[in-house]
């Protein structure tokens, strides 16, 4: 198989967020108002008494840690104010050395607060700083001895539960018998868990309820708890623990649970604030098949016009009287609106919506596969003949009620295949379709989570190659009904949600799916069973304004509305993309939340390939994220490359042949990646392309297969020639026409060439050296057999194929510029081979 040349050259997209101002920060002290000077002796005396006071008291609050069992953290949390207009400087105020350490800053009422956490016997070092202010042989050019830190401050006392709130101050809860859930915000100094782990035992000690799951980051774990505010105040110890409190963000059921009457009043002040393209205007649509929406909803009236409402059937007509329609409808526009209800800043929304009415009243999900191909392909034909030009992603979250097919085609998976190549004009407008995986219904399985996830299988249609097929994940932990009480969360934070289906009964030939997952809520149990919950659910648009503007919604139809949502802003940002560089993006995007890693992978060690391939079967390749898939920070970047491909060729009296492999050099910045040297990084690649469907029970592995073509991926290695990687690359495509398994492969990938390259959608991270990845500058992408091939009577041989290739770089333990070398780079066209 010989390299040649293309026609022409590819598209590379670089995004970079990064850009340079001139500022000074007034929070390091001096970019406020000039610290006036004060009387020496007067002000340093007041401020050494205020210190003297909290010696007993740091005393006292050491001993009750020791009796109550700690074994180290002992100190006491002290709060310095400024001076009004003045800035503090309060990075002076902390050594982290000493174990002196700067909680949290607060500026309210023209004035700083800095609360400080000092450990017994170490009070003495502010106490020196003050000996030296006031001793006047320390003096230096500009003034007495730490003057810029003393001269700005007004007071020094004991922390109190104000001093940790660092929440908008009108949310500050005041009277003792308040009861809410706090966010609690904890350092992590020493042992993370060992300090969360003590944490838990004091707040369980103090009836506290407490949310399961922790989140965590570089300096701070974060977990949830209920209770007062006269429980939060009766432990000294459990509050010198805390290096932040702030107030839990509202549920789904708080709004859910609002008098009909009082939620218009939310509605219109969001409104106040929405910004929605006009009808017309030149911008990509959602376009949702379901049970109708109706548009008259405030929320919706502006997103989509009469004239975009569509029915199969016209005697159903297009409004939705179900309700469903109307919930993926507030979805895919705005997201869970628990989240932007909270907040009064604008929301600018960057596409709008069409609608296809695809089951009548009385539907219910799944029926007869065959009619819903049909049905399906109707509802593509409706909207395109209304406006035939627009940018669109089709999103549906209805699927069968059974499993069986377990990742075999049907009708009408085979059917969305086809929609999505578009085979009547042969590959060349294709269309991206988003699809729920299916939910798992039944409370008693929510029981047996996760292993209900692992035995209960996607449903059709979403076993489609060609589609985003979407399962749910929930950060969704906070239980806040009243009658709730004996009920705890089911999935952790960032885990698998309850009502997830998964491919891990599937035939290993088959794709992996889900390709992601989005949230989609959580259920909760007691000892007796499970539940499905508001305050656990995301929040939308009521099918009824008339009775009520809110409801809830769950599983993966929630999680497929949200990733419609998502490819909409993608495709808004870049109008140019093809759809399946939008659905690798978004899978590019991707990644497992820590709760992902611990429920499928294995604590310590390197992970086994089919470990990870399990928990892509379960969590797809994770959960995506709008600002990695828009942006590249300096550190990191992301190549898009979309190509053409003859995968075959057939020359006279012969069989079709293998044609085209694409070489394709990546301008590495080789001299930043080699200095780096044995610097940790990461490579993630991610090839997308439709395929066009031959349905049928003939064989998977025959030459009646299913899919019309396989494109594959591979990288070069270190020490490896060029000469040397295009003969690998012929020989593995050799091997995979003549089904010979060979141990090629490459230890340094995650997911591995092996379980890699199953469906039309495939993505692996290599990790390994800076020095090693400088070595590695060249991917292939070469065709692996399909029906075209094997099947020359339908004369499908000579088709050419499109496909988006995505790479990108990172060291995200490092400071280095990694964008503009290849920027500079690329300032000439890339050549291709």
């Known amino acids: 198989m010989a390299g040649r040349e293309p026609n022409n050259h590819p598209h590379f997209i670089f995004h970079n967020s990064a850009h340079s101002e001139h500022f000074t920060s007034p929070s390091k002290g001096g970019g406020g108002s000039p610290i006036p000077d004060r009387d020496r002796i007067e002000h340093g005396v007041a401020l050494l008494s205020k210190l003297q006071q909290l010696t007993p008291v740091l005393n006292d609050a050491a001993e009750q840690q020791r009796l109550a069992g700690a074994d180290e953290g002992f100190g006491l949390q002290i709060e310095f104010e400024s001076f009004p207009d003045v800035e503090l400087a309060f990075e002076s105020l902390a050594r982290e050395r000493s174990g002196i350490e700067l909680r949290n800053v607060r500026h309210d009422d023209n004035k700083t607060f800095a609360t400080v956490f000092v450990p017994d016997g170490k009070l003495q070092f502010f106490e020196k700083l003050i000996t030296a202010y006031l001793d006047e042989s320390e003096d230096k050019k500009s003034g007495p ?342 009920y705890t969360p089911i999935a952790e934070v960032g885990g698998l949600s309850p009502f997830s289906t998964t491919s891990q009964t599937w035939q290993s030939h088959w794709p992996l799916k889900p390709d992601v997952v989005f949230e989609g809520g959580n259920a909760a149990r007691d000892g007796l069973g499970a539940a499905w919950m508001s305050s656990l659910s995301l929040l939308t648009t009521h099918f009824n304004p008339t009775e009520r503007m809110f409801t809830t919604s769950n599983a993966t139809s929630a999680a497929s509305a949200l990733c419609a949502q998502m490819a909409a802003q993608l495709m808004a940002r870049y109008p140019e993309l093809w759809p399946e560089s939008v659905r690798g993006l978004i899978v590019h995007s991707a990644q497992w939340t820590d709760a992902m890693k611990r429920m499928f992978l294995p604590t310590r060690g390197k992970p086994a390939k089919a470990q990870t391939t399990a928990l892509v079967r379960h969590c797809g390749f994770g959960q995506p994220s709008l600002d990695r898939a828009m942006w590249s920070a300096d550190n990191s970047l992301t190549i898009i490359c979309e190509e053409f491909l003859n995968p075959f060729k057939r020359e006279k009296g012969k069989e079709p042949q293998l044609r085209d492999m694409k070489l394709h050099r990546l301008p590495w910045p080789l001299q930043e990646l080699e200095a780096l040297g044995e610097t940790p990084v990461e490579m993630r690649v991610t090839l997308s392309y439709f395929i066009e469907p031959n349905p049928s029970a003939r064989g998977v592995a025959s030459r009646y297969r299913y899919e019309s073509h396989g494109l594959r991926f591979d990288v070069k290695r270190p020490l490896e020639s060029e000469a040397d990687f295009r003969a690998r690359i012929n020989a593995a495509a050799r091997d995979d026409e003549e089904r010979v398994n060979r141990n090629d492969n490459d230890p340094s990938w995650l997911i591995g060439k092996k379980n890699r390259h199953k469906g039309s959608l495939h993505s692996d991270r290599w990790k390994g050296s800076a020095a090693e990845l400088a070595s590695r500058g060249a991917i292939a992408v070469y065709p692996s057999l399909g029906w075209w091939k094997t099947r020359p009577a339908l004369e499908r041989y000579n088709q050419r194929v499109r496909y988006s290739l995505i790479v990108s770089i990172s060291a995200p333990d490092i400071d280095v510029d990694l964008y503009t070398p290849i920027a500079n780079q690329i300032g000439v066209p890339v050549i291709i081979e």
């Open 145 to 486: 001895a730490h003057s810029k830190l003393l001269n700005a401050i007004s007071e020094i006392r004991a922390a109190t539960i104000q001093a940790l709130w660092t929440d908008s101050p009108e949310t500050m809860p005041t009277a003792d018998d308040e009861h809410l859930w706090w966010e609690v915000w904890l350092p992590t100094r020493g042992d993370r868990q060992g300090t969360v782990n003590q944490f838990r035992e004091m707040a369980e000690g103090l009836n506290f309820r407490i949310a399961p799951g922790e989140l965590y980051f570089p300096e701070r774990s974060v977990l949830l708890v209920y209770g007062s505010v006269g429980q939060m105040k009766r432990s000294m110890m459990t509050l010198n623990s805390i290096a932040e409190l702030r107030r839990a963000k509202e549920t789904a059921e708080f709004f859910d649970n609002l008098a009909p009457d009082e939620q218009p009043q939310w509605v219109d002040e969001l409104n106040a604030r929405l910004s929605i393209p006009e009808d017309g205007a030149d911008v990509p649509y959602v376009c949702l098949f379901d049970t109708g929406v109706n548009n008259g909803h405030p929320l919706l009236q502006d997103s989509i016009a009469d004239a975009d409402k569509h029915s199969i059937e016209p005697a159903w007509g297009v409004d939705d009287t179900e309700g469903h329609g109307t919930e993926m409808a507030g979805l895919a526009l705005l997201g869970n609106l628990t989240d932007i209800l909270v907040t009064n800043t604008p929301v600018v929304v960057s596409h709008r919506l069409e609608s296809v009415k695809l089951i009548p009243e009385d539907g219910a999900n799944g029926g007869d596969p065959q009619l819903h191909g049909y049905l399906t392909s109707e509802a593509v034909d409706r909207p395109s003949i209304t406006a035939p030009h627009r940018k669109r992603v089709y999103s549906m979250a209805i699927t069968a009620r059974d499993n069986r097919d377990r990742g075999r085609p049907s009708a009408w998976s085979a059917t969305i295949d086809r929609l999505a190549y578009d085979a009547d004009e042969q590959g060349e407008t294709p269309k991206l379709f988003v699809v729920s995986a299916g939910n798992i219904k039944d409370p008693n399985a929510w029981m047996e989570y996760p292993q209900s996830n692992t035995s209960d299988g996607i449903h059709d249609p979403a076993q489609a190659w060609n589609a985003l097929t979407v399962g749910a994940m929930t950060n969704m932990v906070r239980i806040t009904e009243a009658d709730a009480q004996h």
